[in-house]
């Protein structure tokens, strides 16, 4: 049974960091790019990031490019998603992804909120 479980997520204020992690089973990790995608209230869910299987190709939205960083850990089975220089724009539920076949995977999500 595939499982994505995101952590991490909290209140910080604007100019703060956070990193959220996604922890996954029950596939073969290291074969499958992942991404990290956001949903604000009232807002459509949006791509943040992805990440190859290798680790070795990346991808950012504009939005973040420069502030956010996606990474692996292949012998953990956990993609994380270093927030830095965050901005109240960001507050979002933060979910990943991982497409396998012709399914799609998500987590519950993990809630980052910006704030003073």
């Known amino acids: 049974q595939v499982q994505l479980v995101e952590s991490g997520g909290g209140l910080v204020q604007p100019g703060g960091s956070l990193r959220v992690a996604c922890v996954t089973s029950?596939?073969?990790?290291?074969?499958?790019?992942f991404g990290w995608y956001r949903q604000a209230p009232g807002k459509e869910r949006e791509f943040v990031a992805s990440?190859?299987?290798?680790?070795?190709?990346?991808k950012y939205d504009d939005s973040v490019k420069g502030r956010f960083t996606i990474s692996r850990d292949n012998a953990k089975n956990a993609v994380y998603l270093q927030m830095d220089s965050l901005k109240p724009e960001d507050t979002a539920v933060y979910f990943c992804?991982?497409?396998?076949?012709?399914?799609?995977?998500w987590g519950q999500g993990t809630q980052v909120t910006v704030s003073p």
């Open positions: 029950g596939f073969r990790f290291s074969w499958y790019d």
């Open positions: 990440i190859d299987n290798s680790g070795s190709i990346t």
């Open positions: 992804r991982v497409v396998i076949g012709v399914m799609t995977h």
